[in-house]
């Protein structure tokens, strides 16, 4: 089993940034994608960002490209997401995944692409 734990949310100004940050313990060896989805009040689980095992492939939301990045650390099992310009509307719980499946860009935009979930950190970002 895999334990994925975020850390990192909070309150910030509009235009301020954020590093969120997510722990894997466990069975880490084959957690070939992690990604970042968040879910606001009333609304659906949406997708935010994906990494490769190895860095070399990303994929983006067309909402936060450019103003987030993803990145991973395999030597401390962990993954980020540096929020950059942050807007009302990034409002959210920000979850972290892990899939087990080297998958293609599209695949890891899609929450049936992990296996493994976070139990989320609230960013909320005020006007």
């Known amino acids: 089993q895999v334990q994925l734990v975020e850390s990192g949310g909070g309150l910030v100004q509009a235009g301020g940034s954020l590093r969120l940050s997510c722990a894997a313990s466990g069975r880490t060896f084959n957690l070939y994608t992690m990604g970042w989805f968040r879910q606001a009040p009333g609304k659906e689980r949406e997708f935010v960002a994906a990494?490769?095992?190895?860095?070399?492939?990303?994929v983006y939301a067309d909402s936060v490209k450019g103003r987030f990045t993803i990145s991973r650390d395999n030597a401390k099992n962990t993954e980020y997401l540096e929020m950059n310009n942050l807007k009302p509307e990034d409002t959210a719980v920000y979850y972290c995944?892990?899939?087990?499946?080297?998958?293609?860009?599209?695949?890891?935009?899609?929450?049936?692409?992990?296996?493994?979930w976070g139990q989320g950190t609230q960013v909320t970002v005020s006007s």
């Open positions: 995944a892990a899939g087990t499946t080297d998958r293609a860009l599209l695949i890891m935009s899609l929450s049936v692409g992990y296996d493994y």
């Open positions: 990494i490769s095992w190895s860095g070399g492939s990303t």
